[in-house]
């Protein structure tokens, strides 16, 4: 697969793409600015994301009590799963340990 | 033809990731909009419907290690995302911090500031950092960069 000619073209992009992604982070961070008008334009990019996007259907979403109830529930359990999880994760490597032995 | 689980996981996830990041990276603030052309709406939309596919990637290959430690499978798989040590150690840790904080950021926004705020904040260095670690991880596999005779010759050469 490796040896493809398609997907080497694949790999080399995706490579490509990850060097101009990082080139262009390190352009934003080091760049002066913002300007007024660049300001301007995240704003209204931002404010038309409330109306367009997923942004202001989850914002709405968030008023919603029975969300609010689901993530209070969410919350409660979370704890209490790590814990199991964690207690399940060393019951596992016991049991292996155990098998190990026989 | 005979494709590794592996290896689908990794290039699906790296799809997925590349398209997280430049989503992500033009949403950061007003010097990083032209990397999208301040189209906010858009990298909204492709970051979230990307997260979800990443959120899921993740769960399958959480669940595929949790399998193969069960069946005390210590075969290591060379082009999983995820494992035990290494740079897939690394990629799972950040992972997980980059989902928790997303999700918080995701659900917070409206019902606590502060904390969304502490996650935006945690979510954005993450990825600084996971950027600069892919860029490493490239550097170090850049041997599959390299085309062999036989694939050079398959290639169009006009």
């Known amino acids: 697969m490796m040896q493809k000619p398609w997907f080497k073209v694949f790999i080399w992009f995706m490579a490509t793409f990850f060097f101009f992604l990082a080139a262009g982070v390190v352009i934003s961070v080091f760049r002066p600015g913002p300007t ?11 404010m038309s994301a409330m109306d367009n996007s997923m942004m202001g259907v989850a914002m709405g979403i968030e008023s ?5 109830s689901v993530i209070k529930m969410a ?23 155990g098998g190990k032995d026989v | ?13 790296a799809v997925v990731w590349s398209l997280l990041g430049l989503s ?23 970051h ?16 595929y290690e949790v399998y193969r430690n069960i069946k005390r499978d210590t075969k290591h798989l060379a082009w999983f995302v995820i494992g035990r040590s290494g740079y897939q150690l690394f990629t799972f840790i950040t992972t997980l911090i980059l989902i928790i904080t997303g999700a918080i950021i995701w659900i917070c926004t409206e019902l ?9 904040l945690i979510h954005e260095y993450i990825s600084y950092i996971a950027l600069a670690s892919v ?17 050079a010759a398959k290639l169009p050469t006009k």
């Open chain 1, 64 to 68: 919603d009590n029975t969300l609010k």
């Open chain 2, 112 to 120: 606590n500031m502060t904390i969304a705020g502490f996650a935006l």
């Open chain 2, 135 to 151: 860029i490493w991880h490239i550097y170090k596999k850049s041997h599959a960069l390299i085309l062999s005779k036989k694939t």
């Open chain 2, 48 to 63: 979230r419907i990307s997260a979800a596919v990443f959120v899921l990637l993740t769960f399958i290959s959480i669940c």
């Open chain 2, 1 to 13: 033809m005979n494709v590794r689980f592996d290896f689908i996981m990794h290039w699906l996830w």
């Open chain 1, 36 to 46: 007024e008008s660049e300001v301007m334009k995240f704003m209204m990019g931002m």
């Open chain 1, 75 to 97: 919350n409660s359990i979370a704890l209490p799963v790590i814990v199991i999880s964690i207690i399940a994760g060393i019951g596992i490597k016991l049991w292996q340990r």
């Open chain 2, 24 to 46: 992500g990276f033009a949403m950061v603030g007003a010097k990083h909009g032209w990397l999208l052309n301040f189209d906010y709406a858009t990298a909204d939309y492709v």
